[in-house]
């Protein structure tokens, strides 16, 4: 079946301009997490959402950030008055419930705020 | 909150020796642990993963230790070939979230 996938795969932003990024779980997979990995970084958590659960949102980084899942399916997350050191990758991962551990990654949003 | 850290940063084998990345971690609460290989320019894939009732694990070349009493586990690589250069995240699970180490870029020089 079809894996994790994100749009878009590419964003150029001025800075001060929102960006709104998509990614949308393998099928049947209750459990959504979004990530940022900055060049040569390691994955840095966001928000992680579970069913019809209210949102784990601790690790996002400040109010300008912003995510919701409708129907449980697909997420967006939504980044508001970018700035240049929002610049990074953003993964999104699911996995099939709260229980199960193994995470599968979608291929990332590339931001770029010039 | 977990805190994970992994070492080296950076890793050179020649071809056919065998690589060891060193992970550990601060929370006793964390239960699962995986690792991920991640190529140039392509997501993180899930290479192996070992839980807390388990002390080791392997599958072909790549086996993964876990000692849960000094909080640390290790990524063990045999015969390495040129298609295993990447970077390769270890990561542990503790309640909702994945912390991540800070990677290690493997190089196998052919």
């Known amino acids: 079946g079809a894996g994790v996938s994100q749009s878009p795969s590419n964003k150029v932003t001025e800075k001060g301009k929102d960006v709104e990024l998509r990614c949308d779980p393998i099928?049947?997979?209750?459990?959504l997490y979004w990530y940022r990995q900055s060049l040569g970084q390691g994955l840095e958590f966001l928000i992680y959402?579970?069913?019809?659960?209210?949102?784990?949102k601790s690790g996002l980084p400040s109010d300008r950030f912003s995510a919701e899942r409708t129907g449980g399916s697909v997420s967006t997350l939504t980044i508001q008055r970018t700035q240049q050191e929002d610049s990074a990758v953003y993964l999104c991962a699911s996995s099939l419930g709260a229980s199960s551990h193994e995470q599968y990654f979608g291929p990332g949003t590339r931001l770029t705020v010039t | 909150g977990e805190n994970v850290e992994q070492h080296p940063s950076t890793l050179s084998v020649q071809e056919g020796d065998s690589a060891v990345i060193k992970c550990t971690y601060s929370d006793s609460a964390s239960n699962y642990f995986p690792w991920y290989k991640q190529e140039l320019g392509k997501r993180p894939q899930l290479i192996i993963d070992?839980?807390?009732?388990?002390g080791e694990k392997k599958d072909q070349r790549i086996a993964v230790t876990l000692n849960k009493t000094a909080k640390h586990f290790s990524l063990h690589i045999t015969e390495t070939q040129p298609e295993d250069s990447a970077v390769y995240f270890c990561?542990?699970?503790?309640?909702?979230?994945?912390?991540f180490g800070t990677g290690t870029s493997l190089t196998v020089i052919p």
């Open positions: 959402f579970q069913g019809n659960s209210a949102p784990d």
């Open positions: 990561a542990a699970r503790a309640g909702n979230q994945f912390y």
């Open positions: 070992i839980r807390s009732n388990v």
């Open positions: 099928s049947g997979h209750t459990a």
